[in-house]
């Protein structure tokens, strides 16, 4: 990610009064995200775009997501290891 400041500001105090332009990247793409963006947007106003913000990160937490796709049957087994922590859960 990319932070962009503005300085088309005349009154000399730029720095303190401009909201950061965000310039956002995929993971692993060549390219900036710009096509995702509003029409006629070339980035992202830190105050009016963005909604949220990170709290954590789990490195690598995707590639269960890439394995379930790539191994229909570990699906079946996921559900049944589940089904099996219901069952034997005691209250």
Known sequence: ??????????????LSKASPKLLTKGDNNVADDTELYARGQSYLDRKEDIIGSVRGYIPAVGYVTIMLSEHPWLKTVMLGIMGLMVILQRE
């Open 1 to 14: 990610m990319k932070l962009i400041l503005d300085n088309n500001d005349s009154s000399g105090d730029h």
